[in-house]
């Protein structure tokens, strides 16, 4: 299988398996379905200019805020699974996956 393709890529495909709470033409944010935290999904395949990344996580941390307050986050830009497909994960302060993921505890 070719990993840089986007043709089998999982957030190409964008299916709303998890509760989504913000989208717009550049991009969405949804619960992750592995860790259940908040996950910002650039919709196009690939990487943005740093001064949109800005822009981009500045919706992840409004849903995070939301969930865990001001302070009860990290953003965790590393793209473990899917590197190609810019992508962000907000998570609570101290942990690594949300309380609803049935992996809770078992990092960080
Ligand atoms: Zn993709
Ligand atoms: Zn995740």
Redesign the pocket.
């Given at each position: 299988m070719d990993r840089s393709s986007?043709e089998n890529?999982l957030?190409?495909a964008a299916e709303r398996a998890t509760a989504w709470h913000y989208e717009d033409d550049e991009c969405w944010v949804a619960d992750c379905l592995v860790c259940a935290t908040p996950m910002v999904v650039w919709r196009t395949?690939g990487l943005p200019e740093a001064v949109d990344e800005v822009r981009l996580l500045s919706h992840l941390e409004r849903v995070a805020s939301e969930r865990y307050g001001g302070e009860g986050f990290w953003i965790d830009g590393e793209r473990r699974r899917?590197p190609?497909?810019w992508h962000a994960h907000a998570r609570p302060a101290g942990g690594f996956f949300d309380p609803a993921s049935e992996l809770y505890g078992r990092y960080g």
């Open positions: 986007a890529c957030l190409c395949h899917i190609d497909h």
